[in-house]
């Protein structure tokens, strides 16, 4: 099949290489408004990968990603369920809920997949955690404990227009914890401070942030996310239940220095999402790939997305009056 990508910056071109890897795929189309960068990245791939002038090129694929900025999510997810062109977005579908929500009814009406990107659902220990958290093998959830750091603070261009700590940071936890739960959020508190760099505060922002969510049977997640860790990148989880405790992303790349004398600690820190995360990528292209030839569920459907952003919402008014916001089931249940 040939699967076709929209947007070949950073995100794109790993995706662009991650799917040239794929045995099903037997050409990559790229596409970029940037006159020039397709072409240099086909040609930096290599054998399998071609530049295309037009968006209508690119929906002549079997499947297409879309990795354009998100202000444009909503018009290249919509021309490709017009042309019954199947999609992977990457997150979010749209910018704030209402859009989100008007499109998810468009996309369900039309019956084209649509997967929203959000790798930690294809990442292979998480998806192993959800699967033994779906069959009862760990029992009942008490407490989810979940840390997302960056490693280096992004540059201030980034932050600017990044939607901030929550939407663009937590959105994943926000979207992997109540996935894992099975369970709507009832109750969200945050609060997030500046303690890395000014620039966070000079676009309204934060870079240091914590979350409570608690969930209708009782039980809660802590989820807390930095946008400086100096040992590494940092992006873990626990499960507290009433039969076993698990975790992902413990191993010798965990930046973590126990000060116990047989304690871990890391033998090669990762350094960014990219190199945590870098299995769940390829993972992703191979899952949307089964999803094009019908061989396999939409994991990451669109409507599923609409929970994190409403959680988002619910966040940004909580740090921005210091209290718990209740939520109201329709608002965390897609």
């Known amino acids: ?120 659902r294809f990442d292979p220990a998480t998806a192993e955690l959800h699967r033994r958290l779906r069959a009862g093998e760990a029992g009942s959830v008490y407490l989810v404990r979940a840390v997302c750091n960056d490693h280096t603070p992004p540059p201030s261009e980034f932050v600017a227009t990044s939607g901030g700590l929550f939407r663009d940071c937590l959105i994943h936890d926000l979207d992997a914890v109540p996935w894992l739960v099975g369970e709507p959020v009832t109750e969200v508190y945050a609060s997030g401070s500046v303690l890395v760099d000014e620039a966070f505060a000079a676009a309204g922002d934060v870079d240091n942030a914590i979350v409570t969510l608690r969930f209708a049977g009782g039980a809660h997640a802590l989820l807390s996310a930095a946008r400086h860790d100096p040992v590494g990148y940092d992006c873990r989880m626990e499960v507290f239940a009433s039969r076993d405790t698990l975790a992902v992303g413990v191993d010798d790349c965990t930046p973590l220095n126990s000060l116990e004398q047989a304690g871990p600690r890391p033998v090669r820190a990762w350094k960014s999402f990219t190199e945590r995360y870098h299995d769940a990528y390829v993972n992703e292209m191979r899952v949307f790939c089964e999803v094009i030839a019908g061989r396999a569920e939409n994991p990451s459907p669109a409507r599923e997305s609409l929970v994190s952003l409403r959680l988002a919402d619910a966040c940004e008014l909580s740090a921005r009056t210091g209290r718990p916001v209740v939520v109201e089931e329709r608002d965390v249940v897609a």
């Open 1 to 120: 099949m040939d699967i076709g990508v929209a947007g070949v910056g950073r995100i794109g071109s790993m995706h662009a290489a991650n799917l040239a890897a794929v045995p099903e795929v037997d050409e990559v189309l790229l596409y970029d408004p940037v006159p020039g960068r397709a072409a240099e990245v086909a040609a930096g791939l290599g054998a399998g990968t071609r530049a295309v002038d037009t968006v209508e090129d690119l929906l002549a694929a079997d499947g297409v990603l879309v990795a354009t900025p998100t202000d444009t999510h909503p018009d290249m997810v919509r021309r490709a369920i017009a042309a019954g062109t199947p999609v992977l977005c990457e997150k979010p579908l749209a910018a704030d809920v209402a859009t989100s929500a008007a499109l998810v009814e468009e996309i369900e009406a039309s019956g084209v997949p649509v997967v929203i990107g959000f790798q930690r």
